[in-house]
């Protein structure tokens, strides 16, 4: 069942247009994360569905009700769409309680006092924070406003929860920690959700579905496996993951995959679309699938030979970085071990690489 429906969506500032048309569907109890770089238009997406950006064209609906539809000039307002909404900055009110915060949309809608309190209470509780309810916000910690802010949007049951980058205001191991409780919650309570973020490590783990936008338009969408393991664009390709790319040209095409040739160096891999021998392209694969091969064995296809510039303690690694001698492009790869010194022999599989024209 279709939650909430995305069609056609155009928005401008002035002359600068900040959505191109974008279409998308968020579905029953699925989580959808909107990834993308500052200004690909992302958080302007997000609030034109809460309300808080008018489109110029387009269509906004949940189920049957329309939001939005410029063809037949409706519009709702924001107070009516009843939405939850989780700000990056959580804007909690300083001068009210835990409990009072998150029962403020509530008081708005004129519940009776006795259910106010059972519901806010019931939801600081699923929370952790139902000893917390007479604290005000400074005097939390970053990780409980986060989940105050979960709370009040999600105390009267809304169709859908808007978060708008609800976790960077969190240092990284706090981050790391409410993912899981964000995700966790999100399925123990069935929500339909709608999430900005620029961290593609939060989207993967949160998230059922990604849209990557790009300049105002979806590049590519799809589960976070297909997103990471199958990009269709070099955009995409480099936006997923850690990266290493190499810019040469392209030399064959035959069977789905493609040469592509540097100045010392010549790569298979898929071909991406768009692709014609002789022109520019670009080779990327993914640093953790890089390979250190014998150097005692012959050299074989889709293998660098580079000296080692430096390498990097990581904890659960250590990360490599050489350089190729004609154009000086960086290769990097990770191992288990600090063993490795001088001229290494690195393998890039020809089906871990892709080639995309630029």
């Known amino acids: ?18 959505l191109r048309g974008v279409s998308m569907q968020l579905a029953k109890g699925e989580v959808v994360s909107l990834l993308g770089p500052s200004g690909s238009g992302k958080t302007t997406l997000l609030r034109a569905v809460a309300g808080l950006e008018k489109p110029t064209e387009g269509r906004i609906a949940i189920g049957e009700t329309r939001l939005y539809d410029g063809a037949a000039n409706v519009e ?17 009110w300083p001068h009210k309680t835990v409990f009072d915060n998150v029962a403020y949309p509530l008081k708005l809608r004129k519940v009776p006092s006795a259910e106010l309190t059972r519901r806010v209470q019931a939801m ?5 924070l139902g000893h917390l309810g007479r604290r005000h916000p400074h005097q939390l910690s970053g990780g409980q406003q986060q989940r105050v802010a979960i709370g009040r949007a999600l105390v009267y049951n809304p169709p859908i929860i808007l978060l708008d980058e609800p976790l960077s205001n969190l240092d990284a191991k706090l981050r ?6 964000l995700r966790e919650l999100i399925i123990r309570l069935g929500l339909s959700a709608l999430m900005v973020t620029h961290d593609q490590h939060e989207a993967m783990a949160i998230s059922d579905r ?7 338009m979806i590049e590519q969408q799809g589960t976070p496996q297909e997103m990471y393991g199958a990009p269709s664009s070099l955009f995409t390709a480099e936006f997923m993951g850690s990266n290493n790319r190499l810019n040469g040209r392209v030399m064959e095409l035959r069977d789905g995959l493609a040469r592509i040739d540097g100045q010392d160096w010549s790569l298979w891999g898929g071909a991406g679309a768009g692709l014609a021998v002789g022109q520019p392209a670009a080779a990327v694969i993914r640093v953790e699938q890089v390979r250190f091969a ?14 080692l510039l430096t390498r990097m303690y990581l904890g659960n690694r250590w990360e490599y970085l050489f350089r190729t001698a004609a154009e000086g492009i960086p290769v990097r790869a990770y191992s288990d071990s600090a063993a490795r010194d ?13 080639i995309f024209p630029v």
């Not at 069942?1 to 900040?18: A, P, Q, R």
């Not at 107070?79 to 900055?89: A, I």
């Not at 990604?210 to 105002?216: K, V």
Request: include cysteine; charged fraction near 20%; proline fraction near 5%.
């Open 76 to 92: 709702l307002p924001a107070e009516e769409r009843n939405l939850g909404l989780v700000f990056q900055s959580y804007a909690l």
């Open 342 to 354: 001088g001229l290494c022999r690195l393998s890039l599989p020809a089906g871990h690489v892709w």
């Open 210 to 216: 990604i849209l990557l936008l790009n300049n105002g």
């Open 294 to 307: 014998d150097p005692a064995a012959d050299a074989g296809d889709n293998q660098l030979s580079l000296p």
């Open 1 to 18: 069942m279709i939650e909430l429906s995305v069609e056609n969506l155009h928005l401008k500032y002035g002359d600068n247009s900040v």
């Open 176 to 181: 790391e920690e409410a993912r899981v409780f």
């Open 124 to 128: 600081l509780d699923q929370l952790g």
